[in-house]
Each structure stands twice: as structure tokens, then as C-alpha cells.
């Protein structure tokens, strides 16, 4: 197992998000991850698809787009049309959930699922051998820069054995207060695609900082 990781712009300076995303490259980033937020779904509002659009003209690496959003399959198909490479969405909010995946699919993205902090892994059990990846939120959405949730590696661990019983390999993502403190701890537990935002672009030298998640990334899932 190589664990990815997935440089999450939404800790990045937006005036210069080219320039944050290229230094982010050049450290080794795998994917850029991409948060869109609606301002009801969770409190705070960020970017639409016509930055994606942007984004998708400079970045070098696949992008990862975050929708914490109320109505995924409304605009799903508009940031599929922008660029994005894998799509995933909340099972909080979808309760057609497998019509919702199979739509992703459809529109040629790699489709994820999301699990908040207090939603139990059970709540994807029905769809999971249709993902094509899982997202652990190890904090609450909506704003970064916040504290690792403890037990999310638990959640990890379970996400990782619900996956294996139904023989999907699909990764699991886990995004929140991740950075050199506690990234072997989640990638020991299953954790395949790293999402890291302040302990990247909050660091004096992003591109420095990305190399060395990779680096403790790759060493934790060597043991």
C-alpha cells in the first residue's frame, strides 16, 4: 500500500492558488483536493465550478473535489464538466445514495462517499462494494485548521474491514488535522489518500512540507 496525499486548497491563499498548487507539486502532492461548501449543508461557502475549470488548467495531478454541499446531484455533472477526476458526497444529505454513486460513475469520475464525524460507518454498508473510495472526515466539515478527532482511526480501521468484506480495494481517504503528528497513525489503520491543508500551506515551506508527509506517509505504510 502507497498512501497518496491530496493538498487540500482550502488552507491555501486564494489570490495565488496557481502558485500554492505548483509548490504543492513540487513537493510530491499525488492529487489536489478540493473543498466546495454551499453555506447551508455546512457553514461556510467556497468555490464553484468555474474555479475548478481554472484549476483543472494549471494543476498537474488529479483533482480530488470535497462536495459538502446540500444538493450534490444538482452540480455534480457541472464539476465533472470542469475537471474534476473523483467526485464524492455525503451520505448525510443523499437518500437515494446507490442512484447517486451510479450517476457519478456515469459521468466518467471516480465516486466516493463522505462519513462525518458522528455518522456511523453502517450508513454506507448497502453501497459499499459500488464506491470507489471512502472519505473518513477526522473533523467536523466546514472550516480548516481544526483538531484531529481521535477515534476517527477506529473508523478508518471499521471503513477498511467493510470495504474488504464486500472485496472492493477501493482506498480510504480521511481528511482533518492531519500532519506529521498523527499521519503514520491513520495510515497504519487503512488510510490510502491523505488529505492535509494548514500542515501544508500554513508551513514556511509548502513544498518541504508536502515531501514530508509523503515521506512519513510512505515509511508508516512500510511497517
Known sequence: MTARIAPSILSADFASL????????????????????????????????????????VAKV??????????????????ADAGADMIS????????????????????????????????????????????FVLVMSVNPGFGGQKFIPRSEQKVRAVRALLDRAGNKAPVEIDGGIDLSNIALVVEAGVEIVVA???IFHAPDPAAATKALKDAARSAALR
Open 18 to 57: 496557481g502558485a500554492a498548487i505548483a509548490t504543492a507539486e513540487r513537493g510530491g502532492a499525488d492529487l489536489i483536493h478540493i473543498d466546495v461548501m454551499d453555506g447551508h449543508f455546512v457553514p461556510n461557502i467556497t468555490i464553484g465550478p468555474l474555479v475548478v475549470k481554472s484549476i483543472k488548467r
Open 197 to 199: 491543508g494548514s500542515a
Open 89 to 132: 458526497v455525503h451520505v448525510e444529505v443523499l437518500p437515494h445514495l446507490h442512484r447517486s454513486i451510479a450517476y457519478l460513475k456515469s459521468l466518467g469520475v471516480q465516486a466516493g462517499v463522505v462519513l462525518n464525524p458522528s455518522t456511523p460507518v453502517v450508513a454506507i454498508e448497502e453501497v459499499v462494494a459500488d464506491v470507489d
Open 62 to 79: 488529479p483533482l480530488d473535489v470535497h462536495l459538502m454541499i446540500t444538493d450534490p446531484d444538482k452540480y455534480a455533472g457541472a464539476f
